[in-house]
């Protein structure tokens, strides 16, 4: 009887043990719970980023950009963000070149676009009509595509959403408000980069 108790307890191990190995086996094999472990990323939007930054950075891109695209080409002119958008040049009155310096309120726009309300210019010591000195302007100087002169409107108008930019990004600005310092954009870049 000793024998087949032996027996029989030594079967009965062995079962066990198997079954052990065929769930484990069963378990390994099975998908897990959360179903979702991968993050799903929709390829159909397109991926928005928000930027923040400062006058002093904004003013450094905008003269590189306008340095490495040449547009300021024979007629230098340079950009600078203060308390408004300042733009300093040369230009060509009478055979002579004579420095000028206008100013412009920057209003963002609900479309993402900038336009930029003529403040104040001031070309040597002359007083000039501000139509006329922004004809000038759009005749005389290279500006992108991306950027319309309105003499009769006194403002220029900054299609953010038209300028080329590498990989189709394309730009919004959010805020513009150089007195607070407070200047974000939105990067949209298309989903077919992806």
């Known amino acids: ?25 069963v378990l390994i094999n099975l998908p897990a719970k959360d ?26 891109l905008i003269n590189q950009y306008l340095d490495k695209e040449g547009l ?11 308390d ?33 309300k003529q403040k104040s210019i001031a070309i040597g010591q002359m007083n000039l009509p501000v139509s006329y000195v922004m004809n000038l302007i759009n005749e005389r100087y290279k500006m992108p595509d991306w950027v319309t002169i309105n003499p009769n409107e006194e403002n220029i108008y900054v299609s953010l959403q038209d300028m080329k930019l590498k990989s189709d990004v394309r730009v919004k600005a959010n805020e513009f408000d150089l007195k607070k310092d407070d200047i974000s954009f939105l990067l949209t870049v298309p989903s077919s980069l992806q």
């Open 35 to 60: 179903s979702d472990m991968k993050p799903v990323v929709t390829k159909e939007e397109d991926i928005q980023f928000q930027i923040h930054t400062n006058r002093e950075d904004l003013t450094r």
């Open 72 to 82: 300021t080409g024979l007629i230098h002119y340079e950009v600078y963000l203060r």
């Open 1 to 25: 009887m000793t024998k087949v108790k032996w027996k029989t307890l030594f079967i009965t191990l062995l079962a066990v043990n198997i079954l052990v190995i065929l769930s484990i086996l």
């Open 84 to 116: 408004e958008v300042e733009l300093y040049g040369k230009m060509p009155f009478f055979n002579r070149e004579v420095e000028m310096k206008l100013t412009f309120e920057p209003i963002a726009q609900k479309n993402g676009d900038l336009v930029l």
